[in-house]
């Protein structure tokens, strides 16, 4: 590799970031450090910042490469940010997982507070083969061995066209030093594992071995990619936090096999969730094939499950009981993620609002979430609060539904019973509605 390939390729596949503001993610290694001296190619304009995520981990060892990444930027005048993330946040087999989502939520915070555009990662060519074989050995399907993007939202990989050893021979003729991690050499951690022993093993059989996973890692993308458009132009999605944000069986059933998996891996994906099993995503088929009341764990305790020919998502938790007394003002955020309420003169925004209730003049109604007991009037009988909820929500939505009181009795439950409004329009309404988002799984 040289300065003008690199330059070639990255105006031609980041042309939006030209002369743009980037936060590089430096770890100290030869990699990062690599990225950073290259985008420093004044043809490339960029206003580059740098930050290194410290895991609180490999102690003396961290700490010095914080520092050489701090006195790297400092000569070369590029605003250095040293990030800390709790090494305590994961243990065991999901330590590297979560320590990954930390590290990415740190940089891409850091970049939308300082006003950057892109976050710029220093992944190659071989972490792509390293990639693929990991994920195999894990029992991935192929939207897991389909590898990492150039681009994925503000992340970017300017590096991926070059190997880990083309790198080191550019930073050697440039006379660049970095960093070693000695953790990489642990092989109990099965990424070093397949980089220092199954693909050296495997590339003695057959030279060219590295260069064929990343050929299918590449080919296993743009599959993935066109699944995707097939998948967001048919699929319907569960919202777990809408009273009617169920999904029907029979739009799942009724996607091409090729797609319902997917549908799943998708799915997960907007609540937050990194993957599906292969064994949940088995016991999910068997779940809708069956077309019987059941249910589905899925990866932090959050559930799948199909009742009455409707497919619900259900949260690990609920949020605890609470009680908000209203007053007049602003829109109010309700514990239930997505939705919040207002109190006060009607003033147009009856017209965003999903449901509205109005109570008379001078009572100040308090919102909460329901309680053992609580009755409401039906056609001149009493009934418990319970059964109406039952017929009209989710279950992980029943004991966590806002119902609107006056005295602590109920007036108003949204979108599921209302008591007798005053009959003049005197008085202040109380507004309820739901945020538009693309996930919900705050």
């Given at each position: 590799m040289d300065l003008e390939a690199f330059e070639k390729h990255f105006k031609n596949i980041f042309p939006q970031l030209v002369g743009k503001r980037v936060l590089v993610s430096l770890s100290g290694g030869g990699d990062s450090v690599a990225l950073l001296h290259l985008l420093r190619n004044p043809d490339l304009g960029l206003d580059l910042e740098a930050a290194h995520v410290h895991h609180g981990v490999r102690g003396a060892e961290a700490d010095g490469d914080a520092s050489f990444c701090e006195d790297l930027c400092d000569a070369l005048g590029i605003p250095c940010h040293i990030v800390r993330i709790d090494p305590s946040a994961a243990k065991g087999a999901g330590r590297e997982a979560t320590w990954r989502e930390l590290r990415y939520g740190a940089l891409l915070d850091l970049a939308d507070n300082r006003?950057?555009?892109?976050?710029?990662?220093?992944?190659?060519?071989?972490?792509?083969?390293?990639?693929?074989?990991?994920?195999?050995?894990?029992?991935?399907?192929?939207?897991?061995?389909?590898?990492?993007?150039?681009?994925?939202?503000?992340?970017?990989?300017?590096?991926?066209?070059?190997?880990?050893?083309?790198?080191v021979q550019w930073l050697q003729g440039e006379g660049?030093?970095?960093?070693?991690?000695?953790?990489?050499?642990?092989?109990?951690?099965?990424?070093?594992?397949?980089?220092?022993?199954?693909?050296?093993?495997?590339?003695?059989?057959?030279?060219?071995?590295?260069?064929?996973?990343?050929?299918?890692?590449?080919?296993?993308?743009?599959?993935?990619?066109?699944?995707?458009?097939?998948?967001?132009?048919?699929?319907?999605?569960?919202?777990?936090?809408?009273?009617?944000?169920?999904?029907?069986?029979?739009?799942?059933?009724?996607?091409?096999?090729?797609?319902?998996?997917?549908?799943?891996?998708?799915?997960?994906?907007?609540?937050?969730?990194?993957?599906?099993?292969?064994?949940?995503?088995?016991?999910?088929?068997?779940?809708?094939?069956?077309?019987?009341?059941?249910?589905?764990t899925l990866c932090k305790r959050w559930c799948i499950r199909l009742v009455r020919g409707t497919l619900w998502l259900e949260p690990p938790s609920t949020p605890p009981p609470y009680s908000i007394e209203l007053t007049k003002g602003e829109w109010v955020p309700l514990p239930l993620p997505g939705w919040r309420i207002r109190f006060g003169p009607l003033a147009g925004q009856g017209l965003e609002a999903r449901w509205c209730f109005r109570f008379a003049s001078g009572v100040r109604p308090v919102v909460r979430s329901p309680r053992a007991g609580d009755m409401v009037d039906v056609d001149g009988k009493s009934m418990r609060a319970s059964k109406l909820l039952s017929k009209a929500l989710p279950r992980h939505l029943r004991r966590t539904w806002p119902v609107c009181c006056e005295n602590d009795r109920i007036q108003w439950i949204p979108g599921v019973w209302r008591g007798l409004e005053p009959a003049t329009h005197v008085g202040n309404v109380v507004e309820v509605m739901r945020c538009e988002r693309s996930s919900c799984a705050s």
């Open positions: 006003a950057l555009d892109a976050v710029a990662t220093g992944h190659h060519r071989d972490d792509v083969a390293e990639g693929f074989l990991v994920q195999l050995l894990r029992g991935g399907g192929p939207r897991a061995m389909a590898g990492i993007s150039e681009t994925a939202g503000a992340v970017i990989r300017p590096l991926l066209p070059w190997s880990k050893d083309e790198l660049h030093r970095w960093r070693e991690d000695s953790s990489n050499l642990d092989t109990s951690h099965l990424r070093n594992l397949v980089r220092h022993r199954f693909l050296p093993g495997l590339e003695e059989a057959s030279p060219s071995f590295r260069a064929h996973l990343v050929h299918l890692a590449a080919a296993l993308a743009r599959d993935e990619s066109y699944f995707s458009e097939r998948l967001a132009a048919a699929g319907s999605w569960i919202d777990p936090w809408n009273p009617e944000g169920g999904v029907p069986m029979a739009a799942v059933v009724g996607l091409p096999p090729a797609l319902r998996t997917r549908w799943l891996h998708a799915q997960a994906v907007r609540i937050g969730l990194q993957r599906v099993t292969r064994r949940q995503a088995e016991l999910f088929e068997a779940l809708i094939e069956h077309r019987a009341t059941g249910s589905v």
